[in-house]
T-cell receptor, first 111, second 119 residues
Framework: DQQVKQNSPSLSVQEGRISILNCDYTNSMFDYFLWYKKYPAEGPTFLISISSIKDKNEDGRFTVFLNKSAKHLSLHIVPSQPGDSAVYFCASNFGNEKLTFGTGTRLTIIP | DSGVTQTPKHLITATGQRVTLRCSPRSGDLSVYWYQQSLDQGLQFLIQYYNGEERAKGNILERFSAQQFPDLHSELNLSSLELGDSALYFC??????????????????FGEGSRLTVL
C-alpha cells in the first residue's frame, strides 16, 4: 500500500521557468511533510518541509504547498536552474513514525 | 557532506552469500534508519535503531538483520542473498530525541548509500 504517491516519474522544464512537483498521500494521520533531493551517486538531501498546521512554506526559490483536504502537496521551484536537475522525493510521517517516501520524480532542467 | 558515513560504497557478490553494510551516524545522532532503494522504487524503510535498541521495523526480510553498537554505529547484515536483493541501501540518522507522544523524527540525514549487486 503506497501511502505516499508521486504519479509523475519524470518532468522536464525550461531553465528560468517554474517547476511544479506533485505528491499525494492517503494516510490522514500524516502531519509533517518533507521534500528531499537526490543527485546520482549521492544520498538524498533534505530540501524543505511543512507542518500540517501550515499550508505554505517558503525557502528561497523553493515553496511547498499543502492542501490537507485534497491530501496533496506540491513543490514549486522558481526560477528553475540547471543544478535543480535531480530526483525529488516527497516524504511524510506522524508522531514518532518513520518517514514514508514516495517513488520520486526525476526533474530535468533544459538550458 | 551529511556527516553520515556508509561503507562500502559498492559491493558485488554472488547469490547465497552474506554481506555486512556499515553506517556511522552524524556525531551526536542517536537514531539510525536503514532504507532500501530498488530500481524505480522509492525508499523502502527497513529498520530503525535508537540508542542501541530496535525501535521500528518495516519491510525487512528475515534474511536481513541489523544492530546498533554502543558507539552508535550500525550494521546491516544481508544473508542468503538473492538477485532481487540488488539495490541501493541507505543509512540515515537523526538528531531528534524521541519523546513519548511528541513529534516524531523529522528531517533525516542520509549517507551516500551502499550499492549492492548480486550476481
Amino acid at each position: 500500500d503506497q501511502q505516499v504517491k508521486q504519479n509523475s516519474p519524470s518532468l522536464s522544464v525550461q531553465e528560468g521557468r517554474i517547476s511544479i512537483l506533485n505528491c499525494d498521500y492517503t494516510n490522514s494521520m500524516f502531519d509533517y511533510f518533507l521534500w528531499y533531493k537526490k543527485y546520482p551517486a549521492e544520498g538524498p538531501t533534505f530540501l524543505i518541509s511543512i507542518s500540517s498546521i501550515k499550508d505554505k512554506n517558503e525557502d528561497g526559490r523553493f515553496t511547498v504547498f499543502l492542501n490537507k483536504s485534497a491530501k496533496h502537496l506540491s513543490l514549486h521551484i522558481v526560477p528553475s536552474q540547471p543544478g535543480d536537475s535531480a530526483v525529488y522525493f516527497c516524504a511524510s510521517n506522524f508522531g514518532n513514525e518513520k518517514l514514508t517516501f514516495g517513488t520520486g520524480t526525476r526533474l530535468t532542467i533544459i538550458p | 557532506d551529511s556527516g553520515v558515513t556508509q561503507t562500502p560504497k559498492h559491493l558485488i557478490t554472488a547469490t547465497g552469500q552474506r554481506v555486512t553494510l556499515r553506517c556511522s551516524p552524524r556525531s551526536g545522532d542517536l537514531s539510525v534508519y536503514w532504507y532500501q532503494q530498488s530500481l524505480d522504487q522509492g525508499l523502502q524503510f527497513l529498520i530503525q535503531y535508537y540508542n542501541g535498541e530496535e525501535r521500528a521495523k518495516g519491510n525487512i526480510l528475515e534474511r536481513f538483520s541489523a544492530q546498533q553498537f554502543p558507539d552508535l554505529h550500525s550494521e546491516l547484515n544481508l544473508s542468503s542473498l538473492e538477485l532481487g536483493d540488488s539495490a541501493l541501501y541507505f543509512c540515515a540518522s537523526s538528531d531528534r530525541v524521541e519523546i513519548a507522544g511528541g513529534p516524531g523524527e523529522r528531517e533525516l540525514f542520509f549517507g551516500e548509500g551502499s550499492r549492492l549487486t548480486v550476481l
